[in-house]
């Protein structure tokens, strides 16, 4: 009789470990694998989230610009407001060129 309670405690004695051990390696997978890859789909989905709320801002700034331009400024002439909101897109984007002549890539040798 002493045999099977010491057997019956032994089995409970193994589930226990056995359970501890499960449990101790999912919250490790979890701590390892399921956590980073969790943050890193947060910043993809909130990084783009914030990218179209750029664009939707930037869309309705330039539009406003126009309308602004060719109402109160051109008297509508919206062809000057599109000759002057071009040649400040044409600013900026010489500028953003010129700096970015740092960081390009020095040209490959092409002689043979």
Known sequence: ??????????????ASRATEWVDEA????????VSPLFWIA???IFGLLGLALVVV?????VDTLVKLLDAYLFAGRVWITYFVI???ALLVSLVAWKRMGKYRMPAANTSA
């Open 42 to 44: 947060r910043a993809i």
């Open 26 to 33: 999912t919250k490790f997978l979890q701590n390892r694998a």
């Open 1 to 14: 009789m002493a045999d099977y309670h010491d057997e019956a405690e032994r089995q409970r004695d193994i």
């Open 57 to 61: 801002a930037g869309v309705l700034a």
């Open 86 to 88: 071009g040649g400040i």
